[in-house]
């Protein structure tokens, strides 16, 4: 038996504006073969029919992508499932009255048939804990790169355990074991990146998988236990698989701190020939005067300088005990922000991206000659 979702050949793919229906496919030997249309619509140019979801190559919002990944998966398990447990005889409307049953529950049961019969997936309940818990966006953004390495995790034990059969998580069954196992596939998902290339076509990244640290890890696994508490304390499982599960601290090296003198020494770097590795110079040194975190510094505005000084609610502590943070500013950090009063918008200063933000400090400690020898700990070998 094998349920597909397909677009119909006959449609034009180079209408860009245009919208096809996305049909179901059920086969089961020579005896069944039906199609019946899904409530699925979609541009034919974003359907990868061999695969059967959005292309992976092609450019597209990631929650139309996500939205319509997750649907077809859900869409598929619940006919298989549905297929598999029949206790009628196969018509051929069978597969149109089993769509009808999957979008118009209420039409054939009762609310409380609908309760007692529906149990989500892990990653539904994921979805809805991302929903109902209060998270920042930053935290938010991790924890839905963890939901999407538990989908690859899904499709590997489904390809590479079961054959192509497919596989399911449900909070109830997972164990310490199905942690264990999780954890090994987290651990080494760079390789299974070039074994299983179809897992990342189908849940992709912005970038390949890397080799993941032990801190990493533990810092992924934290996220999962924090998402078991949530269902435990709002009445969805009874299961309690961490408790079985030990996990240690992170083990990070010893922090190396710039002196005030070498912190100087950066200010005074003449930069004029690289005018954006500048900028970034006095973003951070402005940074290092005011102690910040650096989600902090990028949300300053102009409303944050007050009678000569920066005033701040940081945003890790705005949620449990919010303090304003008041730090008089100094005669260099005075003229840094006056440097920079005429940038655009509100902003206190120009800042980029985070990402970019770390590449530049290391060319700036590099151009100001800053290069002491110190012992550093590798995060992804422990050595």
């Given at each position: 038996m094998k349920v597909s979702l397909i677009v119909k050949k006959s449609v034009k793919r180079y209408e860009t504006d245009s919208t096809v229906t996305i049909y179901a496919r059920l086969r089961d030997g020579r005896q069944v073969d039906m199609v019946a249309p899904t409530n699925l619509s979609i541009n034919p140019n974003l359907w990868d029919d061999k695969a059967e979801q959005v292309k992976s190559k092609i450019i597209c919002d990631d929650e139309l992508r996500s939205f319509y990944n997750d649907e077809v998966r859900k869409i598929k398990s619940y006919l298989e499932k549905e297929y598999q447990s029949k206790e009628e005889e196969i018509t051929k409307d069978?597969?149109?009255?089993?769509?009808?049953?999957?979008?118009?529950?209420?039409?054939?049961y009762t609310e409380e048939e609908i309760a007692a019969e529906y149990v989500p997936t892990l990653t539904?309940?994921?979805?809805?804990?991302?929903t109902k818990h209060k998270l920042s966006e930053v935290r938010a953004k991790n924890y839905r790169v963890i939901k999407r390495g538990i989908q690859r995790y899904e499709l590997y034990v489904g390809t590479a355990k079961r054959g192509k059969k497919g596989f399911t998580l449900y909070i109830d069954e997972v164990t310490p074991d199905t942690l264990r196992d999780m954890w090994d596939f987290f651990e080494n998902e760079y390789k299974y990146f070039e074994l299983?290339?179809?897992?990342?076509?189908?849940?992709?990244?912005?970038?390949t998988p890397q080799p993941r640290g032990r801190n990493t890890l533990l810092d992924c696994f934290?996220?999962?236990?924090?998402?078991?508490?949530?269902?435990?304390?709002?009445?969805?499982?009874?299961?309690?698989?961490?408790d079985d599960f030990p996990m240690e601290e992170c083990t990070y090296g010893t922090p190396y701190y710039i002196t005030i003198d070498e912190r100087n020494k950066i200010y005074a770097t003449n930069l004029k020939r690289h005018p954006q590795l500048e900028i970034q110079r006095d973003i951070f040194v402005f940074q290092c005067l005011i102690g910040c975190r650096v989600g902090d510094l990028i949300k300053m505005t102009k409303g944050n300088l007050i009678n000569g000084a920066i005033e701040y609610i940081p945003c890790k502590t705005k949620e449990g005990r919010p303090l304003t943070v008041r730090v008089p500013l100094n005669a260099t950090a005075q003229e840094i922000v006056a440097l920079y009063k005429n940038c655009e918008g509100n902003k206190l200063l120009p800042f980029f991206s985070e990402q970019k933000y770390n590449v530049a400090i290391k060319r700036i400690f590099k151009a100001a000659g800053l290069k002491r020898m110190v012992t550093v700990l590798n995060p992804t070998t422990r050595e």
């Open positions: 069978w597969l149109k009255i089993a769509l009808d049953k999957y979008y118009n529950p209420k039409k054939y539904e309940l994921f979805d809805e804990f991302l299983y290339p179809a897992i990342y076509e189908s849940i992709p990244e912005k970038r934290s996220r999962i236990r924090t998402f078991f508490y949530w269902c435990n304390d709002n009445k969805k499982t009874l299961n309690k698989p961490f």
